[in-house]
């Protein structure tokens, strides 16, 4: 009897375990071993197709159901033998960045940088990015960017939600920005 106890035991534990490698909480993983990254992103999100790579996107995944959220990486060259700390401080990226994204769209749009961090997993330097986005014929939206430079490139992670929905997802896109690994 004891036997046959600590063996339902066990593979209740086993399966428990397993199911953690899925993901976290809602959260699948994405592994590209091509480029050296990967993240976590929402359960019922699909990868999409790129509309102008040109611009360094690597990848976009977008809700199925929520079409304003969505989540992109970005791939792009740095001077040789720069590191992420030589590019200037979390805040001096964050703007810089900002500065980017609102000259790529409409010139009427508001752009609000909320604040910025940074942290450093396995060695590696992150900086992480919040900003609101308010472009003139939509919703504003909310989104959390995590920055890393590795073997010669910037990597960009965002995701993003409408302001409205953003204390509903808030937990679940800090989790996935965190995430975000280059190797």
Known sequence: MWKSLVTVVLLLVSISLSSCSVGVGGLKQYVDSLDGYKFLYPNGWAAVEVQDASEGVDIVFRDIIERSENLSVIISDVPKGKT???????????????????????????????????????????????????????????????????????????????????????????VAAKSFTVY
Not at 90 to 108: C, D, H, M, Q
Not at 132 to 155: C, M, W, Y
């Open 84 to 174: 992420l700390e030589s590019l200037g401080t979390p805040s001096e990226v964050g703007y810089r960045f900002l500065k980017r994204t609102n000259a790529r769209g409409e010139s009427e749009r508001e752009v609000e940088f909320i604040k910025a961090g940074s942290y450093e997993t396995e060695g590696q330097q992150y900086y992480i990015l919040e900003y609101a986005v308010a472009p003139s014929d939509r919703e504003k939206q909310h989104n959390i960017a995590t920055v890393a430079v590795s073997r010669g490139k910037l990597f960009t992670f965002s995701i993003s939600t409408s302001e409205q929905r953003w204390q509903n997802v808030r937990d679940l896109f800090e």
